[in-house]
């Protein structure tokens, strides 16, 4: 109702149509009204979950998806934190706990990280269970972040 109110007041001044309740041509606005609210409502849902802040439902999921892993089993602010933290990169924080931060937001939880910064070497042994295509993304996502220099092993023991 409120897009025809709109539209109603923008054309009353043009004097081009007599916009009595009984008139075609309002039924015809409440018509484009009706149209053009579904239209806004679409876009806001849309705004809405294609930022990580305020998504809330498919914003979210396509989004873990592309981490390999879909969490929903935990509440909306959980997903879109552990999604922040994905977004983020580790430059600077290749620490042992920086880096099992990273894992553990990955979805991985039985694995083990050895790190040997005197020869640049990360090795990575992880003994969750995951599909072919989730072990291709998970290695990909890892590499990712991992810091040129460094020589990464990734290793799936199951």
């Known amino acids: 109702m409120e897009s025809f109110l709109s539209m109603k007041q923008k054309l009353l001044p043009l004097g081009l149509y007599e916009l009595d309740d009984n008139d075609e041509t309002v039924w015809e606005l409440k018509a484009y009204a009706e149209g053009l609210n579904t239209l806004f409502d679409t876009l806001d849902e849309l705004e809405r979950e294609y930022f990580i802040s305020t998504a809330q439902s498919y914003g979210l999921s ?8 879909e969490m929903s089993g935990q509440t909306a602010q959980e997903r879109r934190d552990a999604l922040m933290y994905l977004e983020r990169t580790i430059v600077g924080d290749t620490t042992d706990s920086g880096f099992a931060e990273f894992l553990e937001n990955l979805g991985l939880s039985d694995y083990t990280l050895n790190v040997n910064p005197g020869r640049a070497v990360f090795t990575i042994n992880i003994a969750d269970q995951k599909t072919d295509g989730e072990k291709a993304l998970i290695e990909e996502r890892i590499r990712a972040e991992v810091p040129l220099y460094m020589n990464c092993t990734i290793n799936f023991t199951v």
């Open 62 to 69: 396509r989004r873990e998806l592309l981490f390999g892993r």
